[in-house]
């Protein structure tokens, strides 16, 4: 079985930052991609940024320039440092990773249990 454990969320003022932190462990044989997403309020979940194994990187439009995901290979954690924060960026954040267990090579992918974020003055 693989876990992913976020971190980070909580309530900050329009134009502030913060950083989340997403951690895999279990049978982890390989990571492929990590990825964060995001829902809000009545909406459907959508991609914010993704980083594959090799270290490159996409982001959604509405986040490209404030936003930026990280990785460490070491510690099998992804972070995602977002900056200039808008209320429009209010909702819960979910790590996803697509990971080969040592037990199933096939890769599937694993989703953490969210963690809020909310920019409010």
């Known amino acids: 079985q693989v876990q992913l454990v976020e971190s980070g969320g909580g309530l900050v003022q329009p134009g502030g930052s913060l950083r989340l932190s997403c951690a895999a462990s279990?049978?982890?044989?390989?990571?492929?991609?990590m990825a964060w997403h995001r829902q809000a309020l009545g909406k459907e979940r959508e991609l914010v940024a993704v980083i594959t194994s090799g270290g490159s990187t996409n982001y959604a439009d509405s986040v490209k320039g404030r936003f930026t995901i990280s990785r460490d290979y070491a510690k099998n954690t992804v972070y995602l440092q977002m900056n200039s924060l808008n209320p429009e960026d209010t909702a819960v954040y979910y790590c996803?990773?697509?990971?080969?267990?040592?037990?199933?090579?096939?890769?599937?992918?694993?989703w953490g249990q969210g963690t809020q974020v909310t920019v409010s003055s």
């Open positions: 996803n990773a697509v990971v080969q267990s040592t037990t199933d090579w096939r890769p599937r992918g694993y």
């Open positions: 279990g049978s982890i044989f390989r990571i492929n991609s």
